[in-house]
């Protein structure tokens, strides 16, 4: 199921796409393209929140630690499964990551919960992520853009409810997002005239149909 939001006051488009469907790669795909700068000077900094010690928050770290493993990938990444960003050093890394790459366009990737019917989808859209949304924390937003993926249902113990999330869920959907984000970032290079770097199959096979540009 794809879902598309519709355009009100102070609520930018926003999108939704289950990780098992058919097209998901290829559409996920051309919704970060649309929001990606299109200037060759914007860096473009990753930062994938949440945690280990959790298998629902764990989707960030995994894919910040898929991202980080691929040396054709051309944006920065902060948060992996050996280094995460989390509620306790959140302020710190922001901080961090605006003095080391100022005017960077963000993108934000965290879990969240949802509704029963929402579980197993990814969200992309513009403007920031707000980790913590989902068990009352009060944290900084981060990213320009954000994907999100819905790893759960919320509404009641919200903390045991991620615990005791399926990571054979997370993980899919993690490979999906990272999978996304690598090929936005190569027809970003095909459209501003940089050579894209050599796709390493051994490295980075996660999906083997790739999405048509």
Do not use: W
């Not at 770290?61 to 991202?67: A, R």
């Not at 902060?78 to 605006?98: C, F």
């Not at 991620?162 to 459209?191: C, G, H, P, W």
């Amino acid at each position: 199921m794809f879902l598309k939001r519709k355009l009100v006051p102070d609520k930018p488009f926003q999108y939704k796409m289950h990780h098992e469907e058919k097209e998901a790669c290829m559409l996920i795909t051309e919704k970060i393209g649309n929001l990606l700068p299109n200037t060759q000077t914007t860096p473009v900094v990753v930062v994938c929140i949440g945690t280990d010690r959790s298998t629902g928050d764990a989707l960030g770290p995994l894919v910040g630690t898929k991202l980080h493993t691929i040396k054709a990938f051309p944006f920065h990444v902060y948060g992996t499964l050996d280094d995460p960003v989390h509620a306790v050093n959140l302020k710190d890394k922001l901080k961090m990551i605006e003095q080391k790459h100022p005017d960077a366009f963000i993108i934000g990737i965290d879990a969240c919960l949802g509704k029963l019917n929402h579980v197993g989808m990814v969200s992309i859209g513009e403007g920031p992520v707000k980790p913590g949304a989902g068990v009352n924390k009060e944290l900084p937003p981060v990213g320009d853009m954000h994907l999100t993926g819905i790893v759960n249902v919320s509404g009641f113990m919200e903390y045991f409810v991620l615990q005791n999330t399926r990571l054979s869920v997370v993980m899919k959907m993690a490979e999906l997002i990272a999978d996304s984000l690598y090929f936005a970032s190569m027809s970003q290079r095909v459209k501003k005239n940089i050579t894209p770097l050599p796709i390493k199959e051994d490295l980075y096979a996660i999906n083997k149909k790739k999405p048509a540009f």
